[in-house]
T-cell receptor
Framework: DQQVKQNSPSLSVQEGRISILNCDYT??????FLWYKKYPAEGPTFLIS?????DKNEDGRFTVFLNKSAKHLSLHIVPSQPGDSAVYFC???????????FGTGTRLTIIP | DSGVTQTPKHLITATGQRVTLRCSPR?????VYWYQQSLDQGLQFLIQ???????AKGNILERFSAQQFPDLHSELNLSSLELGDSALYFC???????????FGQGTRLTVV
């Protein structure tokens, strides 16, 4: 029962262009969503989060959009840089940062 | 470096055996989480401790147990190991409830 789904296992984007990573969820109780980034041989690193009371949150080059009616969120990275190449995990929870449910990840490759 | 230390980094053991994974949280962090990442899966929440007390439980098998000690380090004990227990086990910590978690590098467990 995969409650958080990232249907694209991989994505390649040219340096300088926009990267869009997508995530769908099925549990309507989720009210807090996060994106984590993971480099090989390292643990996931928190990137950005959004509460269900918002539909957009921005932090520098990273913006997360939430569409509650579609149970869909996306992470936009613009402009994409080579250092953005990593695996990105979407995560969701009920009531805050605890007990996160993660997606399976999308491997983003930025092409110089 | 997130400040969360997990030992050992790699562990190879036989079926039926018992192992202990150790996690030292960031200095001052009271909350510790354990996650399991099996091949091609997202991170699965196992258990959370807060200031020595169990706070939340996820999909943790009865063969698995954990505890958080007075110095706030945590151990995850896995017993009667099966081939399917082979996975990356991540520990994360956060300073307080409701704050973003910082992940360690993980322990890769291989059961042969």
């Amino acid at each position: 029962d995969q409650q958080v789904k990232q249907n694209s296992p991989s994505l390649s984007v040219q340096e300088g262009r926009i990267s869009i990573l997508n995530c769908d969820y099925t549990n309507s109780m989720f009210d807090y969503f996060l994106w984590y980034k993971k480099y090989p041989a390292e643990g996931p690193t928190f990137l950005i989060s959004i509460s269900s009371i918002k539909d957009k949150n921005e932090d520098g080059r990273f913006t997360v959009f939430l569409n509650k009616s579609a149970k869909h969120l996306s992470l936009h990275i613009v402009p994409s840089q080579p250092g953005d190449s990593a695996v990105y995990f979407c995560a969701a929870s009920v009531g805050g940062n605890e007990k996160l449910t993660f997606g399976t990840g999308t491997r983003l490759t930025i092409i110089p | 470096d997130s400040g969360v230390t997990q030992t050992p980094k790699h562990l190879i053991t036989a079926t039926g055996q018992r192992v202990t994974l150790r996690c030292s949280p960031r200095s001052g962090d009271l909350s510790v989480y354990w996650y399991q990442q099996s091949l091609d899966q997202g991170l699965q929440f196992l258990i959370q401790y807060y200031n020595g007390e169990e706070r939340a439980k996820g999909n943790i098998l009865e063969r698995f147990s954990a505890q958080q000690f007075p110095d706030l380090h945590s151990e995850l004990n896995l017993s009667s190991l099966e081939l399917g227990d082979s996975a990356l086990y991540f520990c994360a910590s956060s300073p307080a409830l409701g704050t973003e978690a910082f992940f360690g590098q993980g322990t890769r467990l291989t059961v042969v």
